[in-house]
């Protein structure tokens, strides 16, 4: 044993008085020149290195540099600027003056992917028929140079695309390390700052950059993210996902396949491509097994509901700031930057509080013209169609819908949409639309369109229709009316024509029938106000007991029903009066003709009917 740790001493020793000497006899200077022209003949970048590179030995042999920038070809401002670089080269062939970089760390380093920074070319520099940036093969120069790893750490990311906006990526650290075959493990994370929204990234991939530029592919086995801020739900979105990607340079194009993604509880599969022309072409396939946009999006005016619904409530939180917008109408001019196709399925999918099943969606955007050639889907036992499109070329954006409701409950849609009306009942509804913006509170203010409505087991809280009348005719005659404790009116249908402008909804054409009740009539209501007001000529046809032709008369006599007000406090006015009257008229004028017609040759009998013919 004693022998074993002298042996290894000795070697210790003998390696520390080797690095020892070599740092004393190579001076790192020595490759400054030498590392700037071989940066320079591999890529034509022009590396820049501040102040004397020294020795680092431990725990790895390194030369440090201080502030270092690489600038591309006729670039105004450099590619990267580093506070430092450290190289870890391997000792064996500094003996024979040979530097080999197994790894370069840029610690504290600005990269800038912007107009600013790119290549220039010269107008008279040839066009090589195919580039290759890669390593070359080493040769007898007297120097070789090889880099097996990079490693970024606390470092900035600025990317801006022609005149957009930039996109900045702070906290930046990066690992990557490659083989022989430029196939490398790559270890990322950093956030994304835009928008008053923080993404925070971390991944795992493999790339092989074996043909590159020609071809990057990647396979990210495990990706980490975490969105958080404005015009998003409170805790977040986040997720993980995994997929294979691929860059191909000829033809400037990303593709991505086997892409498993969660977001929330949102699962998504799929796969896709851009085409990085003058115009992107995006190719979209997507399914999702569930798709709850009630966690991913903020939704319009829910802030405003929950305020009115936490009224006499102890608020302690302060509302969340949305992102500004320029103006009140939305901007859609980025549609007409791109060309897209998408198709979506999500066999759940969560909107509003409404759970929708089997959706399909095909979506084109040509340049600004977006449209829906298919969004279908299931809600409960009914069939939904909203096929449309929004035309964004012009400077007002025009959108126009043409849904199809087939067998859907009418109470599920004016619950998500926040509307205070209790109404219910299975919906077949017809009809085109068409405004400016495409939100709930747009169509509230200025849509315009017609459609036409048939609602069959209609149920209409808070006024009871039948009760109505016959508690207004037992008030008035000796009629008796069955009881009837429901505040509600019931019908097994009701039709009518919709025409809407601004907010104001107009419903022509009315009728509606049951046992007990008919109905026909008209109406307005005020979207963005609330109110309506409306005139019902109302029927009821059961229910009645007592004075049997007073009873017939009633069954064929509508009675004026008013139902105006704000939708949650209404206000009834039932002209009940005026047909009473109009029926006891009639009655003693009946009675008199017949009493005339009984005594016609009496004189009293000929003064009465002279009296009758005057009035």
């Known amino acids: 044993m004693r022998r074993i740790l002298t042996t290894l001493m000795i070697l210790l020793v003998v390696l520390v008085a080797g690095l020892s000497a070599l740092v004393m006899l190579v001076n790192p200077n020595d490759f400054r020149a030498y590392m700037v022209r071989q940066v320079a003949e591999r890529s034509g970048y022009q590396l820049k290195l501040d102040g004397p590179l020294r020795w680092h030995v431990w725990p790895q042999l390194s030369i440090i540099s201080g502030r270092m920038t690489l600038t591309a070809p006729g670039a105004s401002q450099p590619l990267i600027v580093a506070d430092n670089m450290r190289l870890d080269v391997s000792l064996l062939p500094l003996l024979s003056h040979q530097l080999q970089v197994k790894q370069v760390m840029l610690k504290g380093s600005v990269i800038q992917l912007t107009p600013q920074t790119e290549a220039v070319r010269e107008n008279d520099a040839p066009v090589a028929p195919k580039e290759n940036t890669l390593p070359q093969v080493a040769e007898d120069r007297g120097w070789s140079f090889d880099i097996a790893g990079l490693q970024v750490a606390d470092s900035v990311l600025v990317f801006q695309h022609d005149s957009d906006e930039q996109v900045t990526v702070r906290n930046i650290r990066l690992k990557m390390q490659q083989n022989q075959q430029h196939q490398a493990d790559v270890d990322f994370s950093g956030n994304i700052t835009r928008n008053q929204r923080d993404l925070a990234l971390s991944l795992k991939a493999q790339v092989d950059a074996g043909d590159y530029p020609h071809l990057l592919t990647a396979t990210i086995n495990q990706l980490d993210w975490q969105l958080h801020g404005a015009d998003l739900p409170a805790q977040g979105i986040g997720g993980q996902a995994s997929l294979h990607a691929q860059w191909q340079e000829e033809q400037k194009k990303i593709a991505f396949s086997q892409l498993n993604l969660t977001a929330s509880d949102s699962v998504l599969k799929g796969e896709g491509s851009v085409v990085l022309a003058d115009r992107p072409q995006w190719l979209l396939n997507l399914q999702f097994d569930k798709l709850n946009l009630d966690n991913l999006l903020l939704r319009d005016g829910s802030a405003a509901s929950a305020s009115v619904a936490q009224q006499g409530q102890s608020q302690k939180s302060q509302p969340r700031p949305v992102i500004a917008a320029n103006g009140d109408d939305a901007d859609y001019r980025d549609l007409a930057g791109f060309d897209a196709q998408l198709v979506l399925k999500a066999k759940q999918l969560q909107w509003r509080g409404m759970p929708f099943s089997q959706v399909s969606t095909q979506v084109t955007n040509q340049g600004g013209l977006l449209k829906f050639n298919e969004l279908q889907g299931n809600l409960g036992s009914g069939h939904i169609s909203l096929p449309g499109s929004l035309d964004a070329r012009m400077a007002n954006p025009v959108a126009m819908f043409r849904p199809q409701l087939e067998n859907i409950e009418i109470g599920t849609i004016l619950k ?48 009871n229709f039948q009760q109505l009348v016959q508690q207004a005719v037992e008030r008035s005659t000796n009629v008796r009316a069955q009881e009837s404790y429901e505040n509600a009116t019931r019908l097994d249908l009701l039709t009518t024509n919709m025409s809407l402008k601004n907010g104001k909804v107009t419903l022509e054409n009315i009728s509606g029938s049951s046992p007990l009740l008919a109905l026909d009539g008209k109406g307005a209501l005020d979207l963005a106000g609330q109110q309506g007001d409306m005139l019902f000529n109302v029927r009821v046809l059961d229910g009645w007991q007592g004075d049997a032709e007073l009873i017939a008369m009633l069954k064929n006599t509508a009675i004026p029903l008013r139902v105006y007000g704000k939708w949650q406090a209404l206000n009834y006015s039932l002209q009940l009066d005026q047909t009473l009257r109009k029926y006891l008229q009639d009655e003693a004028k009946r009675r008199i003709n017949d009493w005339v017609e009984r005594n016609k040759d009496s004189r009293d009998a000929q003064d009465v009917k002279k009296l009758m013919d005057k009035k």
């Open 416 to 463: 998500a949409f926040d509307y205070p009306i209790a109404l219910t009942g299975k919906t077949n509804l017809s009809g085109e639309f068409s405004g400016h913006k495409v939100d709930a509170q747009a169509f509230r203010e200025d849509w315009q369109g017609e459609a036409q409505i048939r609602i069959a087991d209609v149920r209409s809280e808070g006024l």
